[in-house]
Every structure is written in C-alpha cells, then in structure tokens.
C-alpha cells in the first residue's frame, strides 16, 4: 500500500480506512481505484454496516458517488462506515476489502 489515499487494484486486503466525500465540490466525490482500467472485469459490493448491499457493479469504472443504487431514485447513503469486496477476477490476485467512511 503507498498510502496516498486512494484504493489500488492490487493493494493489500488489510488496508482500510477510506474515504469519500460525495457533497459535489469535485473533492473526493467518487470512490476512485486506481488502475482499476486494467482489470476490466472487476466486481465491486459495497454493503452497510448492518450487511445490506447497497452498491453493486460488474466493470466498475470510479464512478460511485456514495448512493443507494438499490432505492430506485439513487438516493444518497446516509454519513457513515461502508464494507467493500472488491474482486479483481484475475488469478492470483487476492480480493481487495475494507471499510469506506461516507462525510458529508
């Protein structure tokens, strides 16, 4: 893990703590993997803290902005700690997972 503040495809599984921002000041408004264009058939699951999913995507492209894709009218997640599996689908890669905080 470099630290910088961003997921890396391929960093480690016990790396957590990140975080986005999504409140549309163009600061930290997507949750953003870097190289992740290089694993185009990833599969991203991001679930609530009491294990519902709430975002799921197969080809994830860093576009997620913290909403509830599962309410029908995209609405915003509520401030708060996010679980996220992340599977590259290549082999000898690990699956990437850890927790995102959401702030508004």
Known sequence: ADNDGYV???????KIGYGISPDGDGINDLLV?????GYPNNELSIYS????LVFKANSYDNTWDGTNIFTGDN???PKGSYFFVLDLKTPGIDVV????YINY
């Open 97 to 100: 997972q850890g927790w995102i």
């Open 8 to 14: 890396d495809a391929t960093q480690a599984q016990d």
């Open 75 to 77: 609405t915003k997640l």
């Open 33 to 37: 993997v870097k190289e992740i264009e």
């Open 49 to 52: 803290r009491s294990g519902a």
